[in-house]
């Protein structure tokens, strides 16, 4: 199988219904019409009920403050890059609802808890939050469109990288792509932007990004961090964790912001158990 014969397929995916694919260009624009995103939440059930759960959730103030009741309340309190990234991983939920091949409970607790970490770390890295934590959610989608197109040859990558093999290698060895060049392809053809397009092609090779080479490299750390974080017994392994890191050398982050991910950890597999 080559490259170019499994993104053509990319037809066979269901269809993303047309309200998510207007609420998808709305926030994907620089000026957002808050009344009119409002109007169109509403008229998608699942979504309006995710983005109030969100609003009320422990991240946005919502377990010992006010709770908010109408979409419009929840937007406001959430924000655009919020709601941005909910429309974007409630769309590719709806494409990708269940996979025999996946366990997609795990598949979001762990893309979360990605994005979050990434997020924390955006600020003192001069980055967007918002639209690194958006980019981290979407970052893996490619592994999706494997187990949903090729659950036979998912199948046969899992076992191969549990017997110690680099899992994209053996995607480029099994269809002649990796998952991350797929999530790219999958992103373009649904209109998201094109620096979100690059860090998700480049995140396991972050210096061959092109304009997105830092938003593609916190990506890569905030991966690490999530596999290696829990291993690291005290404050002295975190920091010398992030001293001798690639990614955090070439993003100039300083190792004292261990902390900086302490304060996270597990809010975004929370989310994800919260919203899914």
Same mark, same amino acid.
């Given at each position: ?5 499994? /993104? =053509? ?28 995103? =409002?109007? %169109? ?18 991240? $946005?103030?919502?377990?010992? #403050?006010? #709770? ?6 929840? /937007? ?5 890059? !919020? ?8 769309? *590719? =939920?709806? *494409? ?21 970490? &990434?997020?924390?770390?955006? %600020? ?8 690194? $934590? ?21 199948? @046969?990558?899992? @076992?191969?990288? %549990? ?12 269809? #002649?792509?990796? !998952? ?5 392809? +999958? ?25 997105? %080479?830092? +938003? ?30 690639? &990614? ?12 900086? /991910?302490?304060?996270?950890? #597990? ?6 158990? @919260?919203? $899914?």
């Amino acid at each position: 199988m080559n490259q170019e014969a499994l /993104i =053509s397929r990319l037809n066979e995916l269901p269809r993303i219904e047309s309200i998510q694919q207007e609420l998808l260009n709305m926030v994907n624009r620089d000026n957002v019409d808050f009344s009119e995103l =409002s109007r %169109k939440m509403s008229m998608d059930q699942v979504l309006s009920a995710r983005v109030l759960r969100m609003a009320n959730s422990a991240q $946005f103030g919502g377990v010992n #403050g006010k #709770g908010v009741s109408t979409i419009s309340d929840a /937007i406001i309190r959430v924000g655009s890059g !919020a709601v941005r990234t909910l429309i974007s991983s409630s769309v *590719v =939920s709806g *494409v990708f609802p269940q996979l025999r091949t996946l366990n997609i409970k795990d598949y979001w607790s762990n893309t979360f808890e990605i994005a979050m970490i &990434a997020s924390k770390l955006a %600020k003192p890295l001069k980055l967007d939050p918002n639209e690194v $934590f958006t980019t981290g959610v979407l970052h893996n989608i490619g592994e999706l469109m494997i187990h949903a197109l090729e659950p036979n040859l998912a199948e @046969q990558i899992e @076992q191969r990288v %549990k017997q110690g093999e680099k899992r994209a290698d053996v995607q480029q060895d099994l269809l #002649g792509v990796d !998952a991350q060049q797929l999530g790219a392809q +999958l992103a373009k053809a649904w209109n998201f932007p094109v620096d979100m397009a690059d860090a998700i092609e480049h995140v396991n090779h972050p210096g061959q990004a092109g304009e997105a %080479k830092r +938003l593609a490299c916190v990506l890569y750390l905030a991966r690490d961090i999530h596999k290696r974080w829990d291993s690291l017994f005290d404050v002295h392994e975190k920091q010398a964790f992030l001293a001798r890191h690639p &990614a955090a050398k070439a993003l100039a982050l300083a190792p004292e912001s261990h902390g900086l /991910i302490d304060q996270v950890r #597990g809010q975004g597999a929370e989310l994800a158990h @919260q919203l $899914f």
